[in-house]
């Protein structure tokens, strides 16, 4: 007889499940017969890294035979001069997604409460029920945008984590720092309160530097170099908290968690500043055009923050498997309760041009 390996596992796994992500060219080119994809669905950079990401990533390469600076010394200091910190107050990880791994598991665990949105980044029920903590989970008001005083309203004794995704994937929605302190300001001082702003240098005009515009005790402010820096298959985040936090973090952080090309490419991505705000300001003004040809054909899910737009209609799963017969894959947002909603991450001009032929089509033989 086999065994039953789940009755084994620790409790809360049962009520786990593996994150599913963006579906990968490679699968869609297989399951379609297709020679080429364009993939809008995991919010990815379409322009690439930095150049000089590049190069410092091949000039580092014939030096992986050994293990790479535990402390990611130098991206530290970086960082620290970059954002005006103390090197002490900064967490790295295998892409945010392991900060915010780490930041959960640190201070959460059996009879503990996490409170986040429940159409916020889905990372966060994961990484909660991982820790054995308890999901508080609260509607939006509008079904897109946090409702910041529920969810203050929703801190208890138990409340160890809050999270707030700024801008929010996948709904898109951005508070501003006035609103964001308001809600801080309601919360009790021993609560971790983690704003996650994986896609911050999108939005920071309209944001502000929220690393020194906000403040609470417990803040954590999360960024990541897999979105606008363009270096998601690096895996690079990191986050900014009081040294304390950072330090008790830091036991749960596994050894050498930031490799050794990676750290090399965040340095070099990081100090190259004009790429970045060229590749932002195409991402911005793709996204204004991906938009206002959503909202001509009344498709307008809402308006996004980000690097990603939201569509709206009524038949999205035959639009879905329509545009991947096309080699165009967009994100289902079934795994959020928004079945009516696709997102689409911002590409290329081309891409983008691609995209908007396809859905024209598609609908035009929706309504034969
Ligand atoms: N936070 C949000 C809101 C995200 O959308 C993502 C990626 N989809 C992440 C965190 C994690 O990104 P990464 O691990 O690549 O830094």
Redesign the pocket.
């Known amino acids: 007889m086999s065994m039953d390996w789940m009755a084994r596992a620790v409790p809360q796994t049962a009520g786990l499940y593996p994150y599913v992500p963006g579906k990968p060219v490679e699968t869609l080119l297989r399951e379609k017969g297709l020679s080429r994809a364009v993939k809008l669905a995991?919010?990815e950079n379409p322009y690439g890294p930095s150049p000089k990401a590049v190069i410092a990533m091949q000039n580092a390469a014939a030096g992986v035979n050994r293990y790479p600076d535990g402390d990611a010394n130098l991206l530290k200091e970086a960082l620290a001069a970059f954002h005006h910190v103390n090197r002490d107050q900064l967490l790295l990880g295998n892409?945010?997604?392991?900060v915010?791994d780490i930041l959960i598991r640190t201070f959460a665990g059996a009879g503990d409460e996490v409170v986040f949105s429940s159409r916020g980044?889905i990372?966060y029920a994961l990484a909660a029920q991982a820790a054995g903590a308890t999901s508080v989970s609260i509607p939006e008001a509008d079904g897109l945008t946090h409702d910041l005083d529920a969810m203050a309203a929703a801190v208890t004794e138990k409340t160890k984590v809050v999270c707030v995704?700024n801008p929010?994937?996948p709904t898109g929605t951005l508070h501003g720092n006035s609103a964001l302190q308001a809600f801080l300001d309601k919360l009790p001082r021993n609560v971790v309160v983690i704003i996650?702003e994986?896609?911050y240098e999108f939005v920071a005009d309209e944001q502000g530097d929220s690393v020194h515009e906000l403040s609470h005790p417990g803040l954590v402010i999360?960024r990541?170099f897999?979105k606008a820096y363009g270096l998601?298959g690096c895996?690079v985040?990191y986050a900014i908290a009081d040294a304390q936090i950072v330090a008790l973090a830091n036991r749960y952080r596994e050894p050498f968690n930031l490799n050794l090309l990676a750290q090399v490419a965040a340095v070099a991505a990081l100090d190259d500043r004009e790429w970045v705000m060229a590749r932002v300001a195409d991402n911005n003004s793709q996204r204004e055009r991906l938009e206002s040809a959503l909202k001509t054909l009344g498709l307008l899910g809402g308006r996004c923050f980000g690097n990603f737009v939201l569509l709206q209609h009524s038949q999205c799963a035959e639009i879905l498997r329509r545009l991947e017969d096309r080699g165009i894959i967009p994100r289902p947002l079934a795994p959020y309760g928004m079945a009516d909603y696709l997102r689409i991450s911002v590409g290329s001009a081309e891409e983008n041009s691609e995209f908007l032929q396809g859905l024209n089509l598609i609908l035009a033989e929706l309504q034969e």
């Open positions: 995991s919010n892409g945010s997604n392991e915010l980044f990372v995704a929010n994937n996650d994986a896609y999360s990541t897999s998601a895996r985040g």
